[in-house]
């Protein structure tokens, strides 16, 4: 007897479908939705400890009341790891409902001073950047290895000839390794993006309040450092009027990225397509028909594609949540922290998946190299060998292939009596025309391409070793924030009063 599968098509398949890419595509039909606070509880323990370590080294609370503050926080921590608290709606926010806790486990004297020389503002401000720091270090991880798992497929494939398009129709012959170093170029410069957007992110909002710091004489540079942040974000009302910015910051990079992996998402579609079969997919990344018993969709590129659409629309909310708002802080910017939620939730597993898709894919490289061989694919190589040659202007060689394409067909290359009828045409030597085998063979077409960035073998090669050391110095200043942070977490985690 088969194993129950949880949905009803599937039972064609080979292999069952990956659970991920089941739930990635069923999205929120059948998913709740966390509360928005709830994400935040791991950060807000954090700031309160960083806060209340820091108010005890300045004096301004009793080492016997950062104690207690402490043992509640490692309380509440447990709770949360085990699924235990649930924050009460009637307490309004995750801060209040930390500080409630603690004071009901540990008493209003060492509950009552967590807020001191501070405010929900710069404590909300400060959460939001460790939540989007840690998201986008995630997310960082999940392009960066998905960059690597693409460039290990470009380097076995820089021989694996294949169609090059405009159009949608048949252009010019390039490689699988050569079009898989343009996936790579481009998330490149998305790992770029997310990079400075986190450099923007890192850096410290905590102590100014409502805007307009404390009477307090508290330390932010020791709350920088507990914290793992770079630097003080100093001014204070700054800190709490870009409460939007840095949401949108870190959209605008997920939403570039949901770009470039919506192209790679239509490519996979196309050419995996039954009629063209250049690619296959492997079973576990198909979904299929309540109807159609036969069905393989690749339904997790066009979610994909969709919910690049759903970060374009995530972008510009929070591009015109702020505007014209006069300086200080505004309630309006609370939305913010849902739409930059909604964005990482939607999007955040789609590297992944297609690093599984990727990693699974079918390369039928003689169905690519036969593709090569039809289309007149090989028409710009000879109109360049014959510009060359005959030492002729481009654009008369450009029309006199023209003219060979339209006398070769019905057949799909360009056949030599065409071509030598057309030299003859345009007042040219025809014997050139018996050079013309050479230019029926895709691997050869390729080699002559010998410039930087082609899809020449030599070239891809060169490529793929630039974009592996882009990889490596772009993931460098990260790994190291990286082992920071989980550094200085443990300090206010196990820290002895």
Not at 272 to 283: A, E, K, T
Not at 395 to 406: D, F, I, T
């Amino acid at each position: 007897m088969k194993d129950k599968q949880s949905q009803i098509w599937g039972s064609h398949l080979k292999n069952q479908p990956d659970e991920q890419n089941v739930l990635f595509c069923a999205g929120r039909d059948v998913q709740a939705l966390p509360m928005a606070d709830e994400l935040l509880l791991p950060y807000d323990i954090w700031t309160n400890r960083a806060h209340c370590i820091m108010l005890e080294r300045q004096g301004l609370i009793p080492k016997a009341s950062l104690a207690k503050i402490l043992t509640g926080l490692s309380q509440l921590e447990k709770l949360v790891e085990t699924g235990e608290f649930s924050l009460d709606p009637a307490k309004e926010d995750v801060h209040i409902n930390v500080e409630a806790f603690v004071t009901e486990r540990q008493g209003a004297d060492a509950g009552g001073r967590m807020h001191i020389g501070r405010s929900r503002n710069d404590q909300s401000a400060c959460d939001m950047r460790l939540y989007l720091r840690s998201v986008g270090l995630n997310l960082f991880d999940s392009v960066k290895s998905l960059a690597d798992s693409l460039l290990t497929q470009a380097a076995e494939h820089t021989e694996s000839v294949m169609p090059g398009f405009t159009h949608y129709q048949p252009a010019m012959v390039t490689t699988w390794g050569h079009w898989l170093c343009a996936y790579v170029q481009g998330l490149c410069r998305d790992l770029e993006r997310l990079s400075f957007s986190i450099s923007q992110i890192n850096r410290n909002p905590l102590g100014a309040a409502a805007a307009f710091g404390t009477s307090w004489p508290i330390d932010r540079k020791l709350t920088t450092e507990l914290l793992a942040f770079a630097k003080v974000d100093s001014n204070t009302l700054d800190c709490i009027v870009s409460r939007w910015e840095n949401e949108a910051q870190l959209a605008h990079a997920g939403a570039m990225l949901m770009n470039h992996l919506s192209i790679v998402s239509q490519d996979l579609i196309f050419l995996s397509h039954p009629y063209s079969g250049l690619l296959q997919l492997d079973d576990n990344y198909v979904t299929g028909s309540s109807i159609m018993p036969q069905k393989k969709n690749p339904d997790f590129a066009e979610v994909i594609k969709s919910k690049a659409s759903l970060a374009h629309g995530f972008l510009s909310s929070l591009l015109g949540i702020q505007k014209g708002s006069l300086s200080g802080y505004n309630r309006d910017t609370q939305v913010t922290k849902y739409l930059i939620m909604d964005l990482i939730r939607e999007c955040e597993a789609a590297p992944v998946i297609l690093g599984g898709v990727f990693e699974s894919l079918t390369i039928n490289t003689e169905k690519m190299k036969k593709q090569c061989e039809t289309g007149f694919m090989n028409s710009v190589d000879i109109a360049d060998h014959l510009a060359r040659t005959l030492e002729l202007p481009f654009r008369e060689c450009y029309h006199l292939l023209s003219r060979a394409v339209k006398l070769s067909e019905p057949d799909t290359i360009i056949t030599n009596a065409a071509l030598q009828k057309t030299l003859a045409e345009f007042g040219h030597p025809t014997e050139i025309a018996e050079d013309l085998e050479q230019f029926h063979d895709p691997r050869k077409l390729i080699d002559q391409r010998q410039h930087q960035g082609s899809p020449a073998p030599e070239q891809t090669a060169l490529q793929i070793a630039e974009l592996s050391g882009q990889l490596k110095s772009l993931s460098a200043p990260l790994e190291e924030l990286q082992n920071n942070i989980l550094k200085k977490h443990e300090i206010c985690q196990n820290y002895a009063v």
